[in-house]
């Protein structure tokens, strides 16, 4: 995505988390050192099990730890896991709360006995404008691997300084550009190419066969590459793409011009792609509603996710592809209840959650298949890594440049709730 329309999300509040810190740096230590805090979650009554001597990391395991009652403190060596995350209002609406939530992972790691008696100890690196020495404040520290920041700005700055000797992986990006194994760089959720390829699926698994399709221009990253993705599958699976409207990502509220178009060709069941904003579909929405065109099905990508569709008024019907479709109970929601239960504070961007935590854990599963300390070995296993169950669904490496084949699942707004509707392969 570009710049010079991201930091324009400095006004959603819904997502702009302020940093309570005016550190550069932070580092989380070992659980077992510190108080377990007063509202942390009872998560278990059962006495402490051993420490596990683990080859596969066992993520149930690890999360149903209770803080209040830890195994016996690892003493080894530290696994190390670096953060270079940016905490603008370009990104900071996902890695802020990404940047909390992994220390916290590693707390319940930790308090579960570690990784074969090593402790995983977290250091936070605000990239602000100069990523590079963030990154090497994070390299002269130890870090095995690196958690980065989304977009190509300071992601590309990082790879970089690494030399592409250090396992990076882009949480929370879905940037087909960024992945590159032979350069240790990883996606840990699908690409603009399976999010939107899915998208124009699930409208032919609709019976829907006509699409009106909103781009920033062919070959844009993310407001073009997404849409050009959606008409390459939609007219494969042979749908016809009656009409392509530009628009200005995050700007644009008034589509009048573009609404005007449409009304002379539309026949009232069409599909409405875009990779716009929240707000930007709802607009949209009500203006071809007020043309008389009510039949229309209105499908997004994860910005939808990302900007809040689930709270927008005149949001019933209205598809779109997160990362992660939570459901109250499961454990990614059991996470983040238990999360703030012990940290006294809700996660933003709930549904990007699970890819930093994935994001450590596929890290440290590549040190264990290796045995290893060395960051490039550590890498080369990273390649090797194949149909890891993380929290956000299945990730494999092997045989890939670093973009894991991961299925999309499909929400909807049904009755004014998120519910999954769909899971695309």
């Known amino acids: 995505m570009k710049r010079r329309i991201l930091a324009l999300l400095a006004?959603?509040?819904?997502?702009?988390?302020?940093?309570?810190?005016?550190?550069?740096?932070?580092?989380?230590?070992?659980?077992?050192?510190?108080?377990p805090a007063a509202t942390e979650a009872p998560a278990a009554t059962e006495a402490p099990a051993a420490a596990v001597t683990m080859s596969s990391i066992d993520i149930d395991h690890i999360l149903s730890a209770d803080l209040a009652n830890c195994e016996e403190t690892p003493t080894g060596d530290a696994i190390r896991v670096g953060m270079a995350m940016d905490f603008s209002d370009v990104v900071g609406f996902v890695d802020i709360p990404g940047s909390k939530v992994v220390p916290y992972v590693a707390e319940l790691a930790n308090c579960r006995g570690g990784f074969n008696g090593r402790?995983?100890?977290?250091?936070?690196?605000?990239?602000?404008?100069?990523?590079?020495l963030a990154?090497?404040?994070?390299?002269?520290?130890?870090?095995?691997?690196?958690?980065?920041?989304?977009?190509?700005?300071?992601?590309l700055p990082i790879l970089q300084t690494t030399g592409g000797n250090v396992p990076l992986f882009v949480a929370a990006s879905?940037?087909?550009?960024?992945?590159?194994?032979?350069?240790?760089?990883?996606?840990?959720?699908?690409?603009?190419?399976?999010?939107?390829?899915?998208?124009?699926?699930w409208a032919l698994d609709q019976g829907i066969t006509r699409a009106i399709v909103f781009t920033e221009g062919e070959g844009i990253p993310y407001t073009g590459v997404n849409p050009d993705a959606f008409i390459a599958a939609f007219e494969a699976g042979g749908g016809e793409v009656v009409s392509v409207q530009t628009y200005v990502w995050f700007v644009d509220t008034d589509f009048s011009s573009q609404v005007n178009e449409i009304a002379q060709i539309s026949e009232n069941n069409e599909a409405v792609f875009s990779a716009a904003l929240g707000f930007q579909v709802t607009a949209l929405r009500g203006q071809l509603e007020g043309q008389g065109l009510d039949g229309l099905t209105y499908i997004g990508t994860d910005a939808l996710d990302a900007t809040g569709i689930q709270v927008e008024a005149n949001n019933e019907g209205i598809a779109h592809t997160p990362h992660t479709s939570i459901t109250a109970g499961d454990r990614i929601d059991s996470m983040l209840a238990a999360f703030e239960a012990a940290k006294g504070e809700a996660l933003d961007s709930r549904g990007f959650m699970a890819l930093y935590v994935d994001s450590m854990f596929i890290g440290i599963q590549g040190m264990l298949d290796c045995g290893c300390d060395d960051t490039a070995e550590i890498g080369e296993a990273v390649k090797q890594i194949s149909g890891f169950q993380g929290l956000s669904g299945e990730i494999t490496y092997e045989g890939t440049n670093g973009i894991?084949?991961?299925?999309?699942?499909?929400?909807?707004?049904?009755?004014?709730?998120?519910v999954l509707v769909a899971t695309i392969e």
């Open 174 to 201: 879905t940037e087909p550009t960024l992945a590159d194994a032979s350069n240790n760089s990883y996606l840990v959720t699908f690409d603009d190419h399976q999010m939107s390829g899915a998208a124009a699926t």
């Open 11 to 35: 006004v959603l509040a819904l997502f702009g988390a302020a940093c309570s810190s005016d550190d550069d740096t932070t580092e989380s230590e070992p659980a077992a050192t510190e108080a």
């Open 404 to 418: 894991p084949p991961k299925a999309v699942p499909i929400n909807r707004i049904v009755n004014g709730e998120d």
């Open 135 to 155: 990154t090497e404040d994070l390299l002269d520290w130890g870090a095995h691997f690196l958690i980065g920041p989304p977009f190509a700005d300071f992601a």
């Open 119 to 132: 402790p995983v100890e977290v250091r936070v690196a605000e990239v602000g404008t100069d990523a590079a």
